[in-house]
């Protein structure tokens, strides 16, 4: 209930502000409210705590017991007198002693000396747990923020597509002006107007559609952070450009260090020899200490008609198990292969990854030169057919085709800018460092 608050009020302050969420806001937000990465920090300290358990397998052990037992068995019935010191080895029949009882309550210790480094080794696989599960949270907050990222653009985007639209229908608005001036003037016919009426409505239809689909995006960016869709929220940015160089060796580099996948599987791989040392560790003896010390009576539980205590060393080593341990080294030989096996094929892969993001980014960049481009010709074009149709030297239908041009490289554009601020995002995301760059993206 209190996280529900807590989560509630930070979504009432996030939307109820007059300026507006920042990438970094949204960011922070999201590392601090997704629950992925809460169940993630979870796991981490689930794997803190089997460190210390691995850990406190060195220290002793002390047990408090009590038992109790009744018996017509004559040895036993004869063992629970000698316990109290009550036999009478005169007077009793050994071979039919009669019933016994015998209240017993006492502590026992144990304490591992030498299990052949099973201990210490049991520590280093933890402590290699630990710091593999470490990584996968960076992994994962590196993943929540590529998604918020790209929810952002995704808001962005849609922001800019509205103001597309919005310019498509001040324009289709102004050929409707026009038809109608044209109509009146005799150079054109009624068909004129109703085709140019049409247009507008259209491009009226397409606002409304830009309008919704901004509004999905922007609860998709809420979400993304870990909060509840419920209501609108500002958004600080327009979708611009800015210029990025990147170097392709560099990032691979980049990339081959930074990656969290490789630093997991480098873990592993180093784990996988406290595994091997581990399976070897059975053909070493194991050296154990123990203890126990206890009251017993016939009459009553904590009574105490004697006492005694045991104190003992036991060592202990495995002659055969039928080649089972011969196979546990075997096993865990062919576990470190996989596991370096696996890590060339996450080099190979993450370079590739990073080389598609890399030409994924230079084409995103000529794009948006191109779609730049296309605007410019495409507004002298329709500049030329207004003044073409105002003449009577062209027809509606050229006009509104003309405009339908413009509209369309205003559209490629936003596509253009959106994805190549998503190539720069996906540039600093294959190469794990989107945690460090993500405010760059901003800007």
Same mark, same amino acid.
Do not use: C
């Given at each position: 209930?209190?996280?529900?608050?807590?989560?509630?009020?930070?979504?009432?302050?996030?939307?109820?502000?007059?300026?507006?969420?920042?990438?970094?806001?949204?960011?922070?937000?999201?590392?601090?409210?997704?629950?992925?990465?809460?169940?993630?920090?979870?796991?981490?300290?689930?794997?803190?705590?089997?460190?210390?358990?691995?850990?406190?397998?060195?220290?002793?052990?002390?047990?408090?017991?009590?038992?109790?037992?009744?018996?017509?068995?004559?040895?036993?019935?004869?063992?629970?007198?000698?316990?109290?010191?009550?036999?009478?080895?005169?007077?009793?029949?050994?071979?039919?002693?009669?019933?016994?009882?015998?209240?017993? @309550?006492?502590?026992?210790?144990?304490?591992?000396?030498?299990?052949?480094?099973?201990?210490?080794?049991?520590i280093d696989i933890s402590k290699k747990d630990l710091k593999a599960e470490k990584?996968?949270?960076?992994?994962?907050?590196?993943?929540?923020?590529?998604?918020?990222?790209?929810?952002?653009?995704?808001?962005? @985007?849609?922001?800019?597509?509205?103001?597309?639209?919005?310019?498509? /229908?001040?324009?289709?608005?102004?050929?409707?002006?026009?038809?109608?001036?044209?109509?009146?003037?005799?150079?054109?016919?009624?068909?004129?107007?109703?085709?140019?009426?049409?247009?507008?409505?259209?491009?009226?239809?397409?606002? /409304?559609?830009?309008?919704?689909?901004?509004?999905?995006?922007?609860?998709?960016?809420?979400?993304?952070?870990?909060?509840?869709?419920?209501?609108?929220?500002?958004?600080?940015?327009?979708?611009?450009?800015?210029?990025?160089?990147?170097?392709?060796?560099?990032?691979?580099?980049?990339?081959?260090?930074?990656?969290?996948?490789?630093?997991?599987?480098?873990?592993?791989?180093?784990?996988?020899?406290?595994?091997?040392?581990?399976?070897?560790?059975?053909?070493?003896?194991?050296?154990?200490?123990?203890?126990?010390?206890?009251?017993?009576?016939?009459?009553?539980?904590?009574?105490?008609?004697?006492?005694?205590?045991?104190?003992?060393?036991?060592?202990?080593?495995?002659?055969?198990?039928?080649?089972?341990?011969?196979?546990?080294?075997?096993?865990?030989?062919?576990?470190?292969?996989?596991?370096?096996?696996?890590?060339?094929?996450?080099?190979?892969?993450?370079?590739?990854?990073?080389?598609?993001?890399?030409?994924?980014?230079?084409?995103?960049?000529?794009?948006?030169?191109?779609?730049?481009?296309?605007?410019?010709?495409?507004?002298?074009?329709?500049?030329?057919?207004?003044?073409?149709?105002?003449?009577?030297?062209?027809?509606?239908?050229?006009?509104?085709?003309?405009?339908?041009?413009?509209?369309?490289?205003?559209?490629?554009?936003?596509?253009?800018?959106?994805?190549?601020?998503?190539?720069?995002?996906? /540039?600093?995301?294959?190469?794990?460092?989107?945690?460090?760059?993500?405010?760059?993206?901003?800007?």
């Amino acid at each position: 209930m209190k996280k529900f608050l807590t989560s509630t009020l930070l979504l009432f302050l996030i939307t109820s502000t007059s300026y507006g969420l920042t990438l970094q806001e949204a960011v922070k937000t999201a590392l601090k409210e997704n629950n992925y990465l809460k169940a993630q920090e979870i796991s981490v300290k689930e794997k803190e705590i089997n460190l210390k358990i691995s850990k406190a397998r060195l220290l002793p052990s002390f047990s408090l017991y009590t038992d109790y037992n009744k018996t017509t068995d004559p040895p036993y019935a004869i063992m629970n007198r000698m316990e109290v010191q009550k036999l009478d080895m005169f007077n009793t029949n050994f071979n039919d002693p009669g019933k016994s009882q015998l209240f017993r @309550t006492g502590i026992n210790a144990f304490l591992p000396i030498w299990l052949g480094g099973k201990l210490r080794i049991g520590i280093d696989i933890s402590k290699k747990d630990l710091k593999a599960e470490k990584t996968k949270l960076s992994k994962s907050k590196q993943e929540i923020i590529y998604q918020v990222v790209k929810a952002y653009y995704q808001v962005l @985007t849609a922001k800019s597509y509205v103001e597309t639209a919005k310019l498509a /229908v001040r324009d289709a608005q102004k050929h409707v002006k026009d038809a109608e001036t044209a109509y009146k003037a005799g150079l054109t016919v009624k068909s004129d107007v109703l085709r140019a009426k049409v247009y507008l409505e259209q491009a009226e239809e397409n606002l /409304v559609k830009a309008k919704s689909n901004y509004e999905i995006a922007k609860r998709a960016l809420l979400t993304a952070m870990g909060l509840m869709p419920l209501n609108s929220i500002n958004i600080d940015g327009e979708l611009t450009y800015k210029k990025f160089n990147f170097n392709l060796q560099k990032l691979i580099k980049t990339a081959l260090k930074n990656r969290p996948e490789l630093k997991e599987l480098s873990i592993r791989e180093k784990q996988s020899n406290d595994v091997e040392k581990l399976a070897k560790s059975d053909f070493l003896p194991s050296i154990v200490a123990y203890g126990d010390y206890f009251m017993a009576s016939d009459a009553e539980p904590l009574d105490k008609d004697n006492s005694s205590w045991t104190f003992g060393l036991k060592a202990s080593v495995k002659l055969f198990d039928g080649g089972i341990r011969f196979r546990e080294v075997e096993k865990a030989r062919l576990m470190k292969l996989k596991i370096k096996e696996n890590r060339e094929r996450a080099e190979k892969g993450i370079a590739f990854e990073v080389s598609r993001a890399y030409y994924n980014f230079l084409q995103a960049e000529k794009r948006v030169e191109l779609s730049a481009a296309a605007i410019k010709s495409a507004e002298e074009s329709l500049r030329i057919m207004e003044k073409r149709y105002k003449n009577g030297l062209a027809t509606i239908t050229e006009l509104l085709d003309t405009q339908t041009a413009l509209n369309q490289a205003r559209s490629n554009y936003v596509a253009a800018l959106s994805a190549y601020r998503m190539a720069v995002a996906d /540039v600093y995301y294959t190469t794990g460092t989107i945690d460090k760059h993500y405010s760059e993206l901003a800007e």
